[in-house]
């Protein structure tokens, strides 16, 4: 059976995506700001706003939940999120994850910089929906695929595996950043680094073959498994 399709859209920081079948859902946001862009792209794929029926989050990271109350009020479809990035959202902080390359860390030093900060800013606000459970179902949607916790990056980062082996792993690994443009990579930061092989290990269990980032183009399972310390 064929599976729904797929629409990578590139915003300005990060990738968000599209999953069209019975139903619509998008995963990720964007920044603040970039809802009128996202909402844009959906219609350009045939997705009135009103067809939308989920905003799953990845993570609760400003380049990834920034735009999200902004398609929602938009569209009027429920904002879903982990219950451990939800309580940061809900209370306005931002979610932690300290850098763990030299490269990240110089980029957290710029992005301190007020007038970054308050860009990069996730506005406040309490998902209509608090994943809770080890994974779920996304069947109830139209779309025939399934949500796993996959910590590390941030303790509630979630991945989407479908049935044919694609999966969006928000942050779980990133393509393409200036730290290592010619290969993909574990994130530059990470809230627990040590959960980053189980959970990529879990997606694999799942299924997953083709990784669709929260940062670059997708690529192969296998261009990971090594730096993960897992070999087939």
């Not at 735009?67 to 990035?85: F, H, M, N």
């Not at 940061?88 to 902080?93: C, D, L, R």
């Not at 994850?97 to 309490?126: N, Y």
Request: proline fraction near 8%; include cysteine; glycine fraction near 10%.
């Amino acid at each position: 059976m064929k599976g729904p399709v797929l629409f990578r859209i590139r915003l300005h920081a990060s990738n968000c995506y599209l999953i069209a079948g019975d139903g619509a859902i998008l995963v990720d946001a964007g920044l603040s700001g970039e809802g009128t862009l996202i909402l844009k792209r959906l219609i350009a794929k045939g997705i009135r706003p009103v067809d939308l029926q989920l905003i799953l989050l990845t993570h609760g990271h400003a380049d990834h939940a920034g735009a999200a109350t902004e398609v929602a009020k938009a569209t009027g479809a429920p904002i879903a999120l982990r219950y451990e990035d939800a309580r940061w959202i809900t209370s306005g902080q931002e979610v932690p994850a300290p850098p763990v390359t030299t490269w990240a860390k110089a980029i957290s030093k710029l992005l301190s910089a007020r007038f970054l900060k308050t860009a990069m800013s996730t506005p406040r606000f309490t998902p209509d929906i608090i994943l809770s459970s080890g994974t779920q179902s996304l069947d109830k949607y139209g779309v025939p695929a399934t949500i796993l916790h996959t910590p590390g990056h941030t303790a509630g980062s979630i991945s989407v595996v479908f049935e044919d082996g694609r999966a969006i792993v928000g942050d779980l690994a990133m393509n393409g950043l200036p730290s290592s443009p010619f290969k993909p990579t574990p994130p530059i930061v990470a809230q627990d680094p040590s959960l980053l092989p189980k959970s990529w290990t879990g997606i694999r269990e799942f299924g997953a073959k083709t990784i669709f980032p929260g940062h670059g183009k997708s690529f192969d399972w296998l261009s990971l498994a090594q730096d993960y310390g897992i070999m087939e």
